[in-house]
């Protein structure tokens, strides 16, 4: 994921979308009666009464050019590719490839580096 924030601390950010994307995705998990997996995926997300999705705490890096941040739009577009899910990184739907290469509309509002 690569984001920017003006008026808040980026910590504060990354916090505050791992909490949400955490609570949400337990949710998910919990309401699917469909899920067959269901209590055992909700037993390894719960450590000691909280939800445990994400990993502590996050490594950042300021993008200083655009050499750098060629770099890594290309490792995450790649990333659907590497996991065997697509064979082209524009066929990802839930990737913004689509909007760097012109041929659709992405999901979330892109503003240029």
Request: proline share 2%.
């Amino acid at each position: 994921m690569i984001i920017s924030t003006e008026g808040f601390k980026l910590s504060d950010v990354i916090r505050d979308f791992k909490k949400h994307t955490a609570k949400k995705i337990y949710e998910a998990i919990e309401s699917n009666e469909l899920e067959s997996r269901r209590s055992w995926l909700l037993w390894l997300l719960t450590k000691d009464d909280h939800i445990w999705f994400w990993e502590e705490g996050y490594h950042g890096e300021e993008i200083t050019g655009n050499k750098f941040f060629d770099s890594k739009v290309g490792y995450i577009h790649q990333n659907p590719v590497k996991a065997g899910i697509v064979e082209k990184e524009e066929e990802y739907l839930l990737s913004s490839c689509g909007d760097f290469y012109g041929t659709r509309k992405g999901l979330l509002e892109l503003e240029p580096f």
